[in-house]
T-cell receptor
Framework: GAVVSQHPSRVICKSGTSVKIECRSL??????MFWYRQFPKQSLMLMAT?????????EQGVEKDKFLINHASLTLSTLTVTSAHPEDSSFYIC?????????????FGDGTRLSIL | AQSVTQPDIHITVSEGASLELRCNYS??????LFWYVQSPGQGLQLLLK??????LVQGIKGFEAEFKRSQSSFNLRKPSVHWSDAAEYFC????????????FGAGTRLFVKA
């Protein structure tokens, strides 16, 4: 089946640093990738949607300068949390779709646990 | 606006007992409906999906779900629960208006007791 690889699985860093999370589709071309944030015991909150080669579309309330998304190829998208602070600590999950048809489901990475000290 | 409601925050069932997780949706057109499962500290795995056709959908791990348009529901069922089924379950609706998006419910945590 379709596999989405997310790296790193866990990162701990100091406040003020920038953190990059990678999301790769291993066996299909991801025309669209999604980035979610999940707080403890809560559902997934969509942060942004990105199509290969275009700028990401951010959801309302998500700071685009804070969460930089790059989708440079059909198999790779990156999320960079710039100047991270403790309130950015969360579980970040990427997802990818291998086409634009309505019937194509999303496939999810295993998530990245980000902890800012 | 589209929305997904999972009325039960958590459910506890005995191993071997049957399971039903409830999901109601609000959507103006024929929805694309999904159930995902999430184990602690991991991403989401697709259990099953409904787009059209037979309203009873079979998924992986012995799960099934039934789409009932009249009730705007898409409940997930399993006849006999195993301890390994303990996880968080998310119902979701997909829509394709100006780009495909998936809207998730709040999730239901399943506990399985021996």
């Amino acid at each position: 089946g379709a596999v989405v690889s997310q790296h790193p699985s866990r990162v701990i860093c100091k406040s003020g640093t920038s953190v990059k999370i990678e999301c790769r589709s291993l066996d299909f071309q991801a025309t669209t990738m999604f980035w979610y944030r999940q707080f403890p015991k809560q559902s997934l909150m969509l942060m942004a949607t990105s199509n290969e080669g275009s700028k990401a579309t951010y959801e309302q309330g998500v700071e685009k300068d804070k969460f930089l998304i790059n989708h440079a190829s059909l198999t790779l998208s990156t999320l960079t949390v710039t100047s991270a602070h403790p309130e950015d600590s969360s579980f970040y999950i990427c997802s990818a779709r291998g086409g634009t048809g309505d019937g194509i489901p999303q496939h999810f990475g295993d998530g990245t646990r980000l902890s800012i000290l | 606006a589209q929305s997904v409601t999972q009325p039960d925050i958590h459910i506890t069932v005995s191993e071997g007992a049957s399971l039903e997780l409830r999901c109601n949706y609000s959507y103006g057109a024929t929805p694309y409906l999904f159930w995902y499962v999430q184990s602690p500290g991991q991403g989401l795995q697709l259990l099953l999906k409904y787009f059209s056709g037979d309203t009873l959908v079979q998924g992986i791990k012995g799960f099934e779900a039934e789409f009932k348009r009249s009730q705007s529901s898409f409940n997930l069922r399993k006849p006999s629960v195993h301890w390994s089924d303990a996880a968080e379950y998310f119902c979701a609706v997909g829509r394709n208006t100006g780009g495909f998006k998936t809207i998730f419910g709040a999730g239901t945590r399943l506990f399985v007791k021996a």
